[in-house]
């Protein structure tokens, strides 16, 4: 069974940039169109930005401009690199498969903006 591991978040000032990576243990990110989604207090779960198996891309409007993801196939690794990052970014994040399949959740990682 294929995991994901999430990592790379932790605290950040406001404006600061933080770079999220996520591992699977067998490559699926060839072959399906991988996200990043995130999670804050209170809220529902919202997928933020989408990479499919040729490079294109798509983002929430909030982190347009901010946020890039990338993908190595090789390596089997999806990353977010998040900059200008504002309060509202705090949340867990995690990746998965787009649309998202319940048995890649994985623990996420935490990504507090504040100063």
């Known amino acids: 069974q294929v995991k994901l591991v999430e990592s790379g978040g932790g605290l950040v000032q406001p404006g600061g940039s933080l770079r999220l990576s996520c591992a699977a243990s067998?490559?699926?990110?060839?072959?399906?169109?991988m996200g990043w989604y995130r999670q804050a207090p209170g809220m529902q779960r919202e997928l933020v930005a989408t990479i499919a198996p040729g490079g294109g891309t798509e983002y929430v409007d909030s982190v347009k401009g901010r946020f890039g993801i990338s993908r190595d196939n090789a390596k089997s690794t999806v990353n977010l690199q998040m900059n200008s990052l504002k309060p509202d970014d705090t949340a867990v994040y995690f990746c998965n498969t787009v649309p998202a399949l319940d048995f890649y959740w994985g623990q996420g990682t935490q990504v507090i903006v504040s100063s």
């Open positions: 067998r490559n699926i990110f060839s072959i399906k169109d």
